[in-house]
């Protein structure tokens, strides 16, 4: 790891005694102007404990640990860690920062653009931004950084290290202090500047990481009726792949599943299945039963499906969720990979055919948080006719949307030919992943990879070399740094995130839900005042949960929950009010849509305590916290 200046945070803190015999109020103190949205500072380092203002201080907060505020004296803040708690004592307020937002960011893979500059202040970063040689000037900022040559009046306090840092396998803290929404000086597209505090938290995740790096491929097959004539050509490529690597280095560290769908086998008994994991993703010495299985895949539906779009999100689901992508817990896959083979396009979420509620961003969120990156090849035949494949295109581009690129493949008049040599060099690409990462030559050169799978491969192997090395984020008191990369916007360079606690997701799990169920009944659904009175009775309910944090007095739905608001973005659920309601019915149909697939979204991951982290040992369940991307709040 790089750092432009190097600096000492405290890791540890003493062990704390009990709280003083200060009052303690029941709830820390509301932002100015909210109902249920609490102050929060952080610590800076070394943070000192009082029992009161201007006592001795009796034990040590870590950097950067996120506490409620309870009471504040004239230079002290009485904090505690948990909302539901009571106050642990007194800071002086020079030692804490102000939290506004509640809010984080995330490193994206570097793959593809320049290490993010991390500037003393705002007009540092902006001169950057606005340099008219702006490439020059980044690689020769982060040149002299990783030499140790930058001058302090340059003001780069840190630049992002090389590798990639995953905040879903090893969470780190990079708390955004403040923001401002601008535009990109490169394209005047809306960019954020933000002003971050970093840390890595001491507390690691997920299981050990190989000494070697290997591959984990499930496709996913199309199986129905109309993938007769194209299924064998699938076969075929894999089939030639797998035994060019078989018995050597390669071939024992890639390593492939099957998984095949169909449709709704109710609506259509003949189709004998919906989704079916034919062989399960292990590591094999022997890759006989891998071809077997790829043989029996060939054997397709006797029945047509229910209308030409097929369940391919329910076949895509399964590979991600029955996936043992951990190998038992022992050594997981280090390269993660879905490759999705159809000729239609996915059911929409709302077709009385499709299994399940989320959608393709839902899917494709799901599959970022485990490292699986999704790849669809899709046969555009005759018979789907431009309109459909236009849909499917649009869909399965959506879904494969990572590292700043997407792995669509259409294949031209469903040829069988291309779609087995688009499957060779697939696969191909993804072995040479593992043979450069071994030190070995890749069988296709970087002018024969396309250029996607190539920043795929750089990715994956940076991803590799984070987890291995342990990389950690640049810890750095604070620095301004910007959303998208410096010198090319179309590439996003950190993530803004929502740090949202167990019993956030509830309570916004708890209120779609009865948005829908009352969506759902069609009484007073277009009468726009009525409808929001039968909401208002809702949250009042739910307000009589102590942990359901809901404003009983908003004026929109969005308002309800006030831990949403004051962020740099929006959605029509955030802005919905009892006159936009009325106005337009596709609107409120779209709407509704989109929150069915992420109440459906958010209940899987609120059933997963994997992906839930304690800030501090002992924390409540309720107040375990998970870093949501923007694009999947409501």
Do not use: C
Not at 4 to 10: F, G, H, P, Q, V
Not at 125 to 150: C, F, K, P, T
Not at 304 to 319: I, L, R
Not at 580 to 604: N, V
């Amino acid at each position: 790891m790089t750092f432009a200046r190097s600096l000492t945070l405290a890791l540890a803190f003493a062990t704390l005694g009990p709280a003083g015999p200060v009052a303690a109020q029941d709830r820390p103190l509301l932002v100015e102007g909210r109902q249920t949205v609490y102050q929060r500072v952080l610590t800076r380092p070394d943070a000192g404990l009082h029992e009161m203002p201007g006592g001795q201080a009796r034990g040590r907060y870590p950097a950067f640990q996120p506490l409620y505020v309870y009471a504040r004296e004239p230079g002290w803040v009485q904090v505690g860690r948990s909302v539901a708690g009571t106050p642990e004592g007194w800071i002086p307020a020079g030692e804490v920062l102000p939290w506004r937002h509640n809010i984080v960011g995330a490193f994206t893979n570097p793959a593809g653009r320049a290490r993010s500059i991390m500037f003393d202040t705002e007009d540092q970063l902006r001169w950057l931004l606005n340099h008219e040689a702006v490439r020059e000037m980044q690689g020769g900022l982060i040149g002299d950084a990783d030499a140790g040559s930058l001058e302090p009046a340059r003001g780069v306090l840190a630049v992002e290290p090389g590798e990639f840092i995953d905040i879903g396998q090893r969470f780190y803290l990079m708390p955004i202090l403040d923001f401002i929404e601008d535009f990109h000086p490169v394209n005047y597209e809306p960019n954020l500047l933000m002003e971050v505090a970093t840390l890595p938290l001491n507390a690691q995740r997920g299981g050990s990481v190989s000494g070697t790096l290997d591959a984990g491929i499930v496709f996913v097959f199309d199986t129905t009726q109309s993938m007769d004539p194209f299924i064998a050509s699938t076969q075929q490529a894999i089939e030639q792949i797998v035994r060019r690597i078989e018995g050597t280095d390669i071939g024992a560290r890639t390593n492939f599943g099957v998984v095949a769908f169909r449709d709704n086998e109710q609506a259509s008994p003949g189709l004998e299945y919906r989704t079916r994991v034919l062989l399960p993703l292990e590591r094999r010495d022997d890759q006989t039963p891998v071809i077997a299985t790829i043989r029996a895949a060939t054997e397709v539906a006797v029945v047509s499906s229910p209308g030409f779009n097929e369940d391919s999100v329910a076949g895509v689901e399964d590979a991600i969720d029955l996936t043992d992508w951990t190998a038992r817990g022992t050594d997981p896959f280090d390269v993660r990979m879905v490759i999705l083979v159809t000729d239609a396009g996915p059911k929409s979420p709302n077709d009385p055919n499709a299994r399940s509620e989320i959608g393709v961003d839902e899917l494709r969120a799901e599959a970022e948080r485990q490292n699986i990156t999704l790849l669809a090849l899709h046969l555009r035949t005759p018979t789907g006719g431009e309109a459909q494949h236009a849909y499917a295109e649009e869909q399965y581009r959506r879904m494969t949307r990572f590292f700043g690129n997407e792995y669509y493949y259409g294949i031209p008049d469903g040829s069988p030919r291309l779609l087995q040599s688009e499957v060779e060099e697939l696969v191909t690409s993804i072995t040479d992943i593992v043979r450069r990462a071994d030190g070995q030559a890749p069988e296709l050169s970087d002018e024969d990879t396309r250029p996607e799978l190539r920043d795929l491969g750089l990715a994956l192997q940076l991803a590799y070399l984070g987890a291995v090395e342990g990389t950690q984020a640049p810890s750095v008191v604070r620095s301004w740094v910007t959303e998208k990369a410096a010198e090319d916007p179309r590439m996003l360079a950190i993530s803004p995130r929502l740090l949202v606690t167990r019993n956030e997701m509830a309570t916004m799990y708890d209120l779609i839900g009865e948005l829908l169920n009352l969506a759902a009944r069609g009484s007073d659904a277009e009468d726009g005042t009525a409808f929001f009175a039968q909401v208002r009775d809702v949250v009042s309910r739910m307000a009589q949960n102590p942990d359901r944090l809901v404003n009983v007095e908003a004026a929109s739905l969005g308002g309800a929950l006030e831990f949403l608001e004051g962020l740099p973005y929006r959605t029509q659920f955030m802005d919905m009010t009892p006159d936009r309601w009325e106005q337009s019915a596709m609107t409120r149909r779209g709407m509704i849509d989109s929150l069915r697939q992420k109440h459906t979204q958010y209940g899987k991951w609120l059933r997963r305590p994997e992906i839930w982290t304690a800030l501090y040992d002992g924390a409540p369940d309720g107040e375990h916290v998970f870093a949501m991307p923007f694009e999947v709040l409501p």
